[in-house]
Nanobody
Framework: VQLQASGGGLVQAGGSLRLSCAAS????????MGWFRQAPGKEREFVAA????????YYADPVKGRFTISRDNAKSTVYLQMNSLKPEDTAVYYC?????????????????WGQGTLVTVSS
């Protein structure tokens, strides 16, 4: 499985960005995808996850109500819509996938990682 993330950039505080992550390769029906981020000088942290089947989504507390994760199964793509961005959201964002479901992603141990995409929020 390979993951290709895109959509990062520079935005002012209060603005919005949408990240995309396309998966290629064989995936199981139990697969889940998600996003992590790593700010300068900090550890990588979980942001959001979504199951490929059903409607279950999972969010870290700092982004609840501002970020929305969604998927397009036909395109094997997961999106992260980020609204009301804050300077503290500045980070490299990584997409992730795990064949077994969201638990591995939420716990910080997905089986697959994509490359990072930089999001910079100016004040």
């Amino acid at each position: 499985v390979q993951l290709q993330a895109s959509g990062g950039g520079l935005v002012q505080a209060g603005g919005s960005l949408r990240l995309s992550c396309a998966a290629s390769g064989r995936v199981l029906s139990t697969v889940a995808m998600g996003w992590f981020r790593q700010a300068p000088g900090k550890e990588r942290e979980f942001v959001a996850a979504i199951k490929w089947s059903g409607s279950s989504t999972y969010y870290a507390d700092p982004v609840k109500g501002r970020f929305t994760i969604s998927r397009d199964n036909a395109k094997s793509t997961v999106y992260l819509q980020m609204n009301s961005l804050k300077p503290e959201d500045t980070a490299v964002y990584y997409c992730a996938l795990d064949q077994s479901g969201p638990r591995a992603i939420v716990s910080g141990n997905p089986g697959y990682w994509g490359q990072g995409t930089l999001v910079t929020v100016s004040s």
